[in-house]
């Protein structure tokens, strides 16, 4: 069974700085997509930061330039560094593993963390 284990949340000021980690085991890491996603009260899970296979990276337009996205194969692990911390940035963040093979191949795998928290108060 496929293991996400994220790490790193916690309580900051704002402008303040966390660094989110999450440890992939029994996976075929280096050939998934990773992402982190959020979840605040009431709104819908979105998508903050990801990277490819080919550590191409994507952002949502509100953590540019404030968060960055990285992964490390030879370990399995995936970080989330995020600067200068908002209050609106508060929420429950996850892992996500996802890999689609080629076309007509029915092949999907979609794997998530349990999540961690982050919270942003003054």
């Known amino acids: 069974q496929v293991l996400l284990v994220e790490s790193g949340g916690g309580s900051v000021q704002p402008g303040g700085s966390l660094t989110l980690s999450c440890a992939a085991s029994r996976i075929a890491f280096s050939i998934y997509r990773m992402g982190w996603y959020r979840q605040a009260p009431g709104l819908q899970r979105e998508l903050v930061a990801s990277?490819?296979?080919?550590?191409?990276?994507n952002y949502t337009d509100s953590v540019k330039g404030r968060f960055a996205i990285s992964r490390d194969n030879a370990k399995n692990t995936v970080s989330l560094q995020m600067n200068n911390l908002e209050p609106e940035d508060t929420a429950v963040y996850y892992c996500n593993a996802y890999f689609e093979g080629s076309e007509g191949s029915g092949v999907l795998h979609d794997f998530w963390g349990q999540g961690t928290q982050v919270t942003v108060s003054s």
């Open positions: 990277i490819t296979s080919a550590e191409r990276t």
